[in-house]
Each structure stands twice: as structure tokens, then as C-alpha cells.
């Protein structure tokens, strides 16, 4: 069993339950619940990293509303400002709102009057913050390394707007919340021996190496799953939404792969299910993190009462997994070796 009581990393992940409380909390602003998006011409949601990994849920919602909405990583729009018109709404997510290419993107637009910049940080003195029109807070409190509690934090203030756009009342999003903050706490204090077995079966495997594969929302998991197995643990780890993995990744798989999946486990989800059918055969390792099983996977059960919960779940067990993955090579979980936490340099 991994002991949760190490390092400042594990104290984080033990911590998001509380995190989300405090999140929910918290009063929606008025002037973002009240937002209309339909009167801009284009709604571009930007961050880097895990910031930008969590807006995919709400990206997907927006589109599927008919909106104008583009996701784009903060370093791509500094390469092309151009895509920032006049009557853009530009929704800027950056746990410390320090971020090197966030900051410089603020610098860039502080004289644009016909750009509406949104921001959702967890630092209200942040040059994000202070630069931006409208501020969502993510009040997720501080950090110690790998991202956690702000990665969860800003899943549920997405859900949260989402939400609110969508008409639902905010008192029935946040006690959604609420629930999700309880069922996280039972999964994080009870025994980890699935996430530290599967870790070892991992490492015991030739040139060990992950793939995360997710679909529609689930997709936020397998980017922000492969980026922290990456920093807290130290393995090869990649990201991919849907059948992008078909296009090329898919010629690493065999002995020594692991291959998890992210979706609703259905077989309307025709991606993932042909994609586990041909992956089962490889001698990979595939599992199914999921409500239900895709065909001949190893099966981690997720809730599944809302999205925000199926994406917590998944991501807790991601970060279970790095503990094991780290100590099973002799790491100290989420240390950074050459990183830092907050990327300020471009």
C-alpha cells in the first residue's frame, strides 16, 4: 500500500477533496455566470500544460451549443496573434497565472480594448489576473509540485460555468461537487494495491512505455495523465486524443506497451471499442479506465453520476499510478529534476 504521507506532492492529492469544497464555496462571479457568449465572434480558450488540458470538457460543450470556440495553446498564439480579432472572448487558464507564455500573451493584448480577456487562476495578484477583465478564482490553495488540486480545481470550474451557460442552477452544479469532493476522499484513503500492482507489472515489462488514449471529455485525462506520469514518475508516457493513436503511435505497442482508455466503455464509443479489439492481440497491456469495459480490457470501474466525477476518479488513479511507478524506480514521487512548478520562461 502506498503510504500518503511522504512528500508534498502525495499531501496535495490527499488534499483535493478539500480543495473542491473550497472551490464550491465560493460564490460564482455574477459577471461570468452572466456572460453572453453568443455575442462574440470567436471564444478562444488558451494555457499551457494541464491548464489547457482542462478546458477540453468545456471546449466540447461550447461546440456542441453551436458556438465559435477554438482551444488553442497559449505558445501557438504568441506565434500567431493575428486569430485574436476584435469581439474575441479570450479565456486565458493558468493555475499560477505566471506562466511564461501567458504573461507574455497578457503584455501583448493590454492595449486591445475589443478583446475580452477571462481568467481562471488560482492567484488573484497574478499578472494574469490583474490583466484580465473577468476572474474565475480556482481556490484550490497552494502547491507543492505536480499539478493536483489545481488540475481537479479547474475541471470543476469549467463544469461549474458550463453550468451556469446552460441555464442549471448553481446550487444543484455545486453540491455536485460537493458529492464528487466526498467519493474522492473514500478512493484516495483506501488501499492503492491496484494503481501499486499494475505500476509493477509496468516496470517489470521490456522498454517499458505508456499510452493514454481518451475520448470526448475523457480526452482532459489522457493529455493531463500522460503529462504527469511524465514529471511525478519519470516514464514514457504520451497523450492522444481518440484515433490519432492509430496514426503512427500505434506502431509502439506490443510487449512492454501499457495502453489505457479513457471513455464511456460503450460500444457507441466506436473509436476506443475497435481500438481495444486491435490492441488486446498486440500483447500490450490495455485496460479500460471507464463506467464500463471496452471488449477483452482489464477493467478499473469508474462512477460515473456526472462527468466531473468520472474525470476526477480517473485522474485520482492516473496520479496512484505515479506513486507506485516513481517509488517502483527508486524516485521520489512528483520531485522535479529539472523543472520547476512554475514555467516562467518562454
Known amino acids: 500500500m502506498n503510504n500518503l504521507t511522504q512528500n508534498g506532492y502525495e499531501q496535495d492529492m490527499l488534499d483535493q477533496p478539500a480543495a473542491l469544497d473550497a472551490h464550491a464555496a465560493q460564490a460564482l462571479p455574477p459577471a461570468i455566470a452572466a456572460l453572453d457568449m453568443a455575442r462574440f465572434d470567436r471564444i478562444i480558450l488558451t494555457g499551457m500544460g494541464s491548464s489547457h488540458y482542462a478546458t477540453i470538457p468545456f471546449e466540447l460543450m461550447l461546440a456542441r451549443l453551436g458556438l465559435p470556440v477554438w482551444r488553442i495553446q497559449t505558445g501557438r498564439l504568441l506565434e500567431m496573434p493575428q486569430l485574436i480579432a476584435p469581439r474575441t472572448l479570450l479565456w486565458m487558464t493558468s493555475q499560477s497565472g505566471r506562466s511564461g507564455e501567458v504573461v507574455a500573451l497578457v503584455e501583448q493584448l493590454s492595449a486591445r480594448d475589443a478583446v475580452t480577456i477571462v481568467a481562471t487562476t488560482n492567484d488573484p495578484s497574478s499578472p494574469l489576473a490583474v490583466g484580465a477583465d473577468l476572474v474565475l478564482p480556482l481556490q484550490s490553495g497552494s502547491e507543492a509540485t505536480v499539478s493536483s488540486k489545481s488540475y481537479l480545481n479547474t475541471l470543476a470550474s469549467f463544469y461549474r460555468v458550463g453550468a451556469a451557460i446552460s441555464g442549471e442552477d448553481d446550487g444543484k452544479t455545486t ?160 520531485k522535479f529534476l529539472y523543472g520547476q512548478k512554475i514555467t516562467s520562461q518562454v
Open 175 to 334: 453540491d455536485d461537487i460537493g458529492r464528487v469532493a466526498a467519493s474522492l476522499s473514500a478512493r484516495l484513503t483506501a488501499t492503492t494495491a491496484l494503481a501499486d500492482g499494475l505500476a509493477a507489472r509496468i516496470l517489470a515489462g521490456p522498454r517499458p512505455r505508456l499510452a493514454l488514449v481518451g475520448a470526448g471529455e475523457d480526452a482532459a485525462t489522457a493529455m493531463t495523465g500522460a503529462l504527469i506520469l511524465k514529471e511525478a514518475s519519470k516514464v514514457a508516457a504520451e497523450g492522444y486524443i481518440g484515433g490519432e493513436f492509430r496514426h503512427g503511435p500505434m506502431e509502439i505497442v506490443g510487449a512492454g506497451a501499457t495502453v489505457l482508455l479513457f471513455g464511456s466503455g460503450k460500444p457507441e464509443d466506436v473509436t476506443l471499442t475497435q481500438l481495444a479489439r486491435d490492441l488486446v492481440g498486440t500483447g500490450s497491456l490495455v485496460l479500460s479506465l471507464a463506467p464500463d469495459a471496452y471488449p477483452g480490457t482489464e477493467h478499473v470501474p469508474l462512477p460515473n453520476a456526472n462527468m466531473l466525477e468520472r474525470l476526477a476518479h480517473a485522474m485520482v488513479f492516473v496520479q496512484q499510478l505515479s506513486l507506485g511507478l516513481a517509488r517502483g524506480s527508486g524516485l521520489v514521487p512528483g
